[in-house]
């Protein structure tokens, strides 16, 4: 049994390193332009999570801002409340 899992470990290291200079290899016949607009859409793709993230935890902040002022809200009227009774 430990003799398959080294022996589909190597075949799998193998594959990588084969796949590894196939893609090499593409990227050589790529022209230039097109490396620069894949690197152009990368940073686009990567600007667009980074503004959809901080969209996200500004969202998530104020609505717990809100939720907090809320409680504080409740407490006090709680309190004035609890003065009336006495």
């Given amino acids: 049994m430990g003799q398959t899992d080294t022996e589909a470990i190597v075949q799998i290291e193998q594959t ?3 796949l590894d200079s196939e893609l090499d290899e593409l990227a050589t016949y790529l022209p ?4 620069q607009v894949k690197r152009g859409a990368a940073i686009l793709a990567g600007a667009s999570v980074g503004v959809m993230l901080l969209g996200f935890v500004l969202r998530k902040r104020r609505q717990h801002a809100t939720t907090r002022r809320l409680r ?3 407490d006090r ?3 004035m409340e609890q003065r009336q009774r006495r």
Avoid at 32 to 35: N, V
């Fill in 72 to 74: 504080a809200i409740e």
């Fill in 77 to 79: 009227l709680e309190r």
């Fill in 32 to 35: 230039p332009r097109t490396a």
């Fill in 16 to 18: 990588r390193a084969r």
